[in-house]
Structures are given as structure tokens and as C-alpha cells.
């Protein structure tokens, strides 16, 4: 965490802004966390024990703010929320190009994957018609392993 936080601590001061306690608590906050999706509400009852000046509008400010610098990503995984996760920037890969969500249709766990199976389809596309596709964003809907393992839906 100390190589992020350094990492982190000098994006801010490259930007301009200030490191702050609270900014480092939801970064921690979230990192803590790898592989989740977490709502502000979320972040919030992670960090509020420890500073309990910290307000729920501050959290909201903060992740506009990371999302701004590329830091978290945003998203929209049907349930009703918007979802936030450290960007993969942030993750020290080196693509954020690369990453995919798997939703469970039974339970609602999501899990991300780890791949780019479009790397062709995107090549076809710049060839054929020049278009350049600099992102995306997969979502697939199924039935995980563990929902299948109970019956609650044939093979």
C-alpha cells in the first residue's frame, strides 16, 4: 500500500491539490477492498470510525475528484447503484482497456475479469471502417458457479 500511496500522494501534488487525511482514508478505504464494488455509502461506513468528522458529501467530492484523475472508475452494474472501484491505473496495470464484469443473474455477484477477448474485433473495426476504439465495457449476465452448484438453474 505504501508504493500506492506514494504513487498517489504525488499525482495529487502534481494536480495541485492537497493530500488530506480523508483523501488517503478513501483511498485506503477502497483498496481495501480489491475486487469489490463499492457505493459511496460503502466507502463512507469504512472511514467514518476513524474520522469522525468526515461527512457522506465528502466522500461523494472525493470520487468525483479520483474519477476526474483517472483514479476510480465508475460504474453501472444494474442494481440500482453507481458502483466505484480504484481505477486500473491505480492498480499499476497497464491497461484499463482490459477489464470486464460478470454478473450473476441469480444473486447479483459480480466478479471481474481479467482479459481483453475483443482485441480482434477492434482491429477488424480500425480496418475496415477507421474507427479507433480506445475503450469499453463489457457486462455478462449468468448464473455463477455457486448459484449452479445449488440447482437453482439446469446446465
Known amino acids: 500500500m505504501a508504493g500506492i500511496q506514494d504513487d498517489f500522494t504525488q499525482l495529487l501534488k502534481c494536480n495541485g491539490l492537497k493530500v488530506t487525511k480523508q483523501r488517503i482514508a478513501i483511498l485506503e478505504a477502497m483498496e481495501s477492498k480489491p475486487g469489490e464494488h463499492l457505493t459511496a455509502e460503502e466507502i463512507f461506513d469504512y472511514v467514518k470510525p476513524r474520522y469522525k468528522e468526515i461527512g457522506l458529501a465528502t466522500v461523494y467530492r472525493t470520487i468525483q475528484l479520483y474519477a476526474e484523475l483517472g483514479l476510480?472508475?465508475?460504474?453501472?452494474?444494474?442494481?440500482?447503484?453507481?458502483?466505484?472501484?480504484?481505477?486500473?491505473?491505480?492498480?499499476?496495470?497497464?491497461?484499463?482497456?482490459?477489464?470486464?464484469?460478470?454478473?450473476?443473474?441469480?444473486?447479483?455477484?459480480?466478479?471481474?475479469?481479467?482479459?481483453?477477448?475483443?482485441e480482434t474485433l477492434e482491429q477488424r473495426i480500425l480496418e475496415s471502417i477507421g474507427f479507433l476504439v480506445e475503450d469499453h465495457e463489457v457486462k455478462l449476465y449468468g448464473i455463477c458457479k455457486e448459484c449452479r452448484s445449488k440447482g437453482s438453474k439446469e446446465d
Open 72 to 118: 476510480v472508475d465508475r460504474l453501472n452494474l444494474d442494481d440500482g447503484y453507481t458502483r466505484y472501484e480504484i481505477g486500473q491505473s491505480m492498480n499499476m496495470l497497464s491497461d484499463q482497456h482490459h477489464h470486464h464484469h460478470l454478473i450473476c443473474s441469480e444473486c447479483g455477484h459480480v466478479t471481474a475479469f481479467q482479459g481483453d477477448l475483443l
